[in-house]
């Protein structure tokens, strides 16, 4: 019987030994990630109406959801609470701010920001931050409205506290697991209108990132090539409420005629895009485009 109590200790001060080593690298791992290269692309803003209306399109779609602050600029709020499992997490300050927002960014290194999730440091930002497909003109006109007078991009003050990583975050990052996909460095183009296929997909797939949400998880995304994603555009992935109240499945929009919006017309389509409301409920629920509860600058 003692023999028997001796290797049992001798298994657990083993797994004990082997699970503290583990995190001591975890740890260390972590505390010595190395710089990612920085390549800022060739794109430059511009002041033309056009481009501008385009960028604030996609940045009050795509990026507000997460970066709107309490003072109505574009200054960051709690991006991951804690009940998540990953820690305490917020999004940037992405306002004019030289030093506490994106003020010192020239125009190419807030591109490749956005293409490669690599902030001008060389910091990976995450694969929220990740748009490995985002065309030449999208880039133009996210920068272009970020550099306008718009008051979404004014200076402001904001500064959030540093990230607390949960330990299973931090082990996910220094295993190689959270790694960025590789992206183009140079120039990337957008389907013509006039495809409508390969333009449509291009909207929900990169532009305005639905996938990302209408897939099953965004574990299994796949960012450089979304229709491989696990259940495509298939809806029931968990995304967290506004308030971080609650988990609010995401819906099913294949043409599926029983689950999905097979069943919608164009203009029901449309209604729901554009005002947020769907026609077999009263309202679709943040962060669905027309459903936003900040508006598009003027």
Not at 111 to 128: H, K, M, Q, V
Not at 142 to 149: A, G, K
Request: one cysteine or more; hydrophobic letters at 40%.
């Amino acid at each position: 019987m003692k023999k028997a109590f001796r290797i049992l200790a001798y298994i657990f001060g083993f797994l004990l030994l082997l699970v503290l080593g583990l995190a001591g690298y975890v740890q260390w791992k972590f505390n010595h990630l190395p710089a990612q290269k920085v390549t800022p692309l060739a794109i430059h803003a511009v002041t033309d109406s056009a481009t501008i209306i385009h960028g604030a399109r996609i940045v009050t779609t795509l990026c507000a959801g997460c970066h709107i602050g309490n003072d109505g600029t574009l200054s960051g709020q709690i991006f991951l609470d804690p009940k998540e499992g990953f820690g305490t997490i917020w999004s940037a300050n992405i306002t004019q701010h030289p030093e506490k927002g994106i003020g010192k960014y020239t125009d190419g290194e807030l591109a490749w920001a956005i293409r490669s999730g690599i902030n001008r440091e060389g910091r990976y930002l995450g694969p929220f931050m990740q748009h490995p497909l985002m065309s030449d003109s999208e880039l133009t006109a996210i920068v272009s409205f970020l550099r306008s007078d718009t008051r979404l991009t004014q200076p402001s003050e904001a500064v959030h506290p540093p990230a607390e990583y949960a330990f299973v975050f931090r082990a996910l990052i220094a295993l190689g697991m959270m790694d960025p996909i590789p992206v183009a460095t140079g120039p990337l183009s957008m389907p013509e209108a006039t495809d409508e296929i390969a333009y449509g997909k291009h909207l929900a797939t990169v532009t305005y990132t639905c996938a990302n949400c209408h897939s099953a998880s965004f574990e299994t995304n796949v960012l450089n090539d979304m229709e491989k994603s696990e259940g495509f555009m298939g809806g029931g992935n968990p995304i967290d409420a506004p308030d971080h109240s609650a988990k609010i499945l995401s819906a099913n929009i294949t043409p599926s005629k029983p689950n999905g919006i097979g069943n919608w017309t164009y203009e029901q389509f449309e209604q729901a895009v554009r005002s947020g409301k769907s026609p077999i409920k009263a309202a679709l629920a943040q962060p669905c485009p027309g459903s936003a509860s900040w508006k598009m600058p003027r």
